[in-house]
């Protein structure tokens, strides 16, 4: 929805306008920089003149602001007049078509999640299972034999031990002894992770092994001094890797180790539960191949940009997955190089492999492309093996999945799959393609669920919050430590850990309550946070759901975390929040302002409050025409200081946190707070569609208009009929892109 439509002044006179149509007026004072049919002008508003605000909202709007920085030249009855043409030529969905959907390649995501699923397809399955901790085994050592005995096993919830001069548990000797923690890693974002092991002793970390290749290598004891060794590992979201760790003390004075990690946009911290299980987990296939920065322009990443430093990256990385698979070739095949029927076996491998990679049987055509005209005379079976998975990973029909011309079950596989977790359909969603069994809504809706219990697919949906609640960004949230004391990175961790498990528990409840994001009166806090914010806490370590006062917490909106980052380092910014307020919560869309004013608060008057500061630099009409929506959402929220705290007052002065708004739907309201903001973000149809259409950009990587003009509103009505439950929103999403363009087909066949 256009906020800011910049009607261009072509210069007629006034007597002219009031003789003319609303048509007429649009031709003289707005297709300069929106065109004659709305299409938009290069250089000038770029985008489609489409929105959904209410005529007399519409027409309110232009009166007072347009054209832009002559809005005198129209009176408030032609004003309705070009409104009107406005509302029916360019809003209304009977004049509004189908957009075309974008071709598009994988996304970088997409690519690595595709490959790890494709090479990991030809392996034993593991799940993250219950995330309590490591199995630990407890030995008492003999000599240098350091595993001559084991005494006891447990579960470990981390490796965090300082055993000083003591033995580690009964039965064994405080002089030497040997532990090995075993299970795997649960990474919750995809990303670059640091590791470090800190100990005076010895100790080897393995992660994301087959080979008995240590990934941390602090072996040989220093004696008394204790040291850090570090390294880095690229690993992608919602998936299981093997971790082994393995620690010995052989007479040395003291006994401790400790391992830390960095996630990514994290801070180092001891890796625990619920990211560490005792359950085996296999190698994943990870490429860590650098790719070039996939297209962001329409607010979230898709596959559009297709460029030669794109190709040359998808080459390396397919070198890199190829040089995996022969690293693990007969594990992976189950062929081994005395086997009489190798050629073969190795055929049908790659046979497979083929099949899985393009998400469809293989014809004859390309059986003999990618499968027997691989296995020449005189080529060594390996060096084929990795020619064909070279030439698989990098045919048209793995990195465009929209490709193939065909529409059938195995395109509603394809699309499913892609869609919640960015990668290949499993076993079973191949299997009821091929069976004809994703034909019906009910059927495809069915697989859909199925699919969202995965741990992949919470991974792709929680980086949808992290993105839309700012969780993503790189860059460092600091505070003047003067004004605030005890705001340092361990506590930046612990806020955003804060509002990832409140987000994380309404979203994978049963009620999966969108309201409950945006209304719900209660924060998770660690004993840290509430000594900061001066909560009461109640007995018991670790993050607790605490209860607060329901008129000054509401929701996302209030949570700390992004009050913070929504803040400046020693201020509040009414802007920054009353822009993400537009955006993502309230479904708005802002054009970037015509010209950037930097905030400069050392040049105001320091006894002006905040919201004087900002209305005083925001007066002029030009910049009013985004403002008079941004700051009174930004004020309602000036309660809250730079980190969240609660405040009635700002230099000794109450304050005035109460605004009129125009909704976008064309009413006037009262905002007192926090609370009168969350109650219209629940009640604004464009508000809940506006939510529609992140989640479906997001998952989808499409325009939901790609899919119809009436998705939006057909999503949302099945969004409100469903008590606003978030997943079930997704799978409907995806039920619905899945079923795009596919009617009557023919059952697939192979």
């Known amino acids: 929805m256009a906020l800011c439509l910049g009607f261009g002044f072509i210069g007629f006179s006034k007597a002219e306008d009031e003789a003319s149509s609303g048509k007429e007026i649009y031709i003289r004072h707005c297709a300069e920089c929106h065109g004659d049919d709305g299409q938009g002008v290069k250089d000038q508003y770029e985008e489609p003149l489409r929105g959904n605000r209410s005529l007399p909202s519409l027409t309110r709007y232009i009166d007072r602001y347009m054209p832009e920085d002559e809005p005198e030249l129209l009176d408030a009855a032609q004003s309705k007049q070009v409104a009107e043409y406005i509302a029916g030529a360019f809003y209304s969905q009977g004049t509004q078509t ?10 970088n995501r997409q690519f690595r999640e595709s490959v790890a699923d494709l090479i990991g397809s030809f392996g034993p399955v593991s799940s993250p299972g219950e995330g309590r901790g490591l199995k630990a085994q407890y030995f008492e050592s003999d000599g240098m034999d350091r595993y001559a005995k084991k005494i006891f096993e447990r579960d470990d919830e981390k490796i965090d031990f300082d055993f000083a001069e003591k033995s580690p548990g ?54 008394s001094e204790i040291r850090q060794v570090k390294s880095r590992i690229f690993l992608l979201g919602g998936r299981s ?18 391992l830390d990690w960095k996630p990514p946009q994290g801070e180092w911290q001891v890796v625990a539960a619920p990211y560490l299980s005792p359950n085996w987990a296999g190698a994943v296939a990870v490429v860590s191949t650098a790719f070039p920065p996939d297209d962001a322009s329409e607010g979230y990443e898709r596959g559009t940009g297709i460029s030669k430093s794109w190709h040359e990256a998808t080459t390396a990385a397919a ?30 491998f790659v046979t497979d492999f083929a099949e899985r990679a393009f998400r469809r049987p293989l014809d004859e055509n390309l059986r003999q492309r990618y499968v027997d005209g691989i296995f020449m005379d005189g080529v060594e079976p390996e060096k ?10 990098q045919s048209p029909r793995f990195l465009y999945p929209e490709l193939e011309k065909q529409r059938d079950d195995f395109t509603v596989a394809a699309r499913l799959a892609l869609g919640i977790y960015d990668s290949l359909p499993d076993a079973e969603l191949m299997d009821a393609a091929e069976k004809g069994q994703l034909r019906t809504q009910e059927q495809v809706a069915a697989q859909a669920w199925r699919l969202m ?19 993503d960004i790189e860059a460092d949230l600091q505070k003047d430590i003067q004004k605030f004391p005890g705001f340092d990175a361990m506590f930046v961790g612990d806020l955003r850990r804060s509002l990832e498990i409140f987000v994380h528990e309404i979203v994978w409840s049963e009620k999966s ?28 370590g670790g993050f607790q759901k605490v209860s607060l006062d329901s008129d000054q917490r509401s929701g996302v909106i209030t949570h700390p975390y992004l009050l913070s980052r929504l803040a400046h380092h020693d201020g509040t910014s009414p802007i920054h929040r009353g822009v ?47 403002h008079e929506t941004i700051n009174p959402l930004g004020f309602s929220l000036e309660n809250f200081d730079a980190v969240g705290r609660f405040r009635l007052t700002e230099n000794e002065r109450p304050i005035i946190s109460e605004s009129d708004f125009e909704t976008f739907e064309g009413e006037k309201i009262r905002l007192r707070g926090p609370r009168d903001l969350a109650e219209h973000a629940i009640q604004s149809g464009t508000a809940r569609r506006g939510f529609i259409r992140h989640i479906f950009q997001a998952t989808i990587k499409q325009n939901p208009n790609s899919y119809g003009v009436e998705v939006l509103d057909q999503l949302e009505e099945k969004f409100i009929h469903s008590g606003y439950h978030i997943r079930q929103l997704v799978v409907d999403i995806h039920t619905l892109a899945a079923l795009d363009g596919i009617n009557s087909v023919e059952p697939a066949k192979p």
């Open 580 to 626: 993400f307020v537009t955006r993502n919560l309230l479904g708005g869309i802002l054009r970037p302002p015509p010209q950037a004013i930097e905030f400069q608060d050392a040049h105001l008057d320091p006894k002006l409050s905040m919201r004087e500061k900002v209305a005083a630099i925001t007066r002029d009409t030009s910049c009013m025409t985004c």
């Open 98 to 107: 189908k957009q075309k959907m974008a071709f598009a390649r994988l996304t």
């Open 241 to 258: 890797y093997p971790l082994k760790v393995e620690y010995f003390k052989y007479k040395e004075t003291h006994g401790m180790v400790r």
């Open 453 to 471: 219990s995965d741990p992949r697919a919470k991974a792709k949906l929680e980086g949808f919050f992290e993105h839309w609640l700012k969780l």
């Open 384 to 393: 084929a093996v990795k020619r064909a998975v070279i030439l698989i990973l």
């Open 170 to 223: 009964d039965g064994i000797k405080a002089e030497q002894f040997a532990i090995t923690w075993e299970g795997s890693l649960i990474a919750p974002a995809t990303g670059w992770y640091e590791f470090r092991i800190s100990t005076p002793n010895g100790a080897r970390v393995y992660l994301n092994h087959e080979k008995e290749i240590a990934f941390i290598d602090a072996w040989v004891s220093s004696g």
């Open 319 to 348: 070198i890199e997955a190829a040089n995996q698979v022969i690293d693990r070739f007969e594990k992976l095949s189950a062929v081994k190089e005395d086997d009489p029927q190798q050629l073969e076996k190795l055929k049908k």
């Open 513 to 540: 309550d969108y309201r409950q994001l945006i209304q719900a009166d209660y924060l998770w806090l660690n004993e840290r946070l509430a000594k900061f914010y001066q909560i009461p806490m109640p007995a018991g």
